[in-house]
Nanobody, 122 residues
Framework: VQLQASGGGSVQAGGSLRLSCVAS????????LGWFRQAPGKEREFVAL????????DYGDSVKGRFTISVDNAKSTGSLQMNSLKPEDTAVYYC????????????????WGPGTELTVSS
């Protein structure tokens, strides 16, 4: 299985953008769908996670209250609605499957796609 994130672009601070994630095929063996981001010179950072049922979500502290994750289990797709964007949200955003429970370390996720780039200007 490989995931493809899309929807990135350039926006001004305070703006909104919606990222999408599509899986190449059904993802029965994973627990959920996660979003991560990586800014230049920084480590990959956990952004959000949702279970495939949609009943459980969690967010990184830096995006709580601004980002909303959703999933369509039947279509094996997901999205990340990003509001009130800040320049510090600038990064390449990746979606990935959660294969192992526990911490939100990138090591517990797999099927990474190439990512989509977001630039937020002040």
């Amino acid at each position: 299985v490989q995931l493809q994130a899309s929807g990135g672009g350039s926006v001004q601070a305070g703006g909104s953008l919606r990222l999408s994630c599509v899986a190449s095929r059904r993802t029965f063996i994973s627990y959920g769908l996660g979003w991560f981001r990586q800014a230049p010179g920084k480590e990959r950072e956990f952004v959000a996670l949702i279970s495939w049922s949609g009943s459980s979500t969690d967010y990184g502290d830096s995006v709580k209250g601004r980002f909303t994750i959703s999933v369509d289990n039947a279509k094996s797709t997901g999205s990340l609605q990003m509001n009130s964007l800040k320049p510090e949200d600038t990064a390449v955003y990746y979606c990935a499957l959660q294969y192992y429970m526990g911490s939100y370390s990138a090591d517990n996720f797999g099927s990474w796609g190439p990512g989509t780039e977001l630039t937020v200007s002040s």
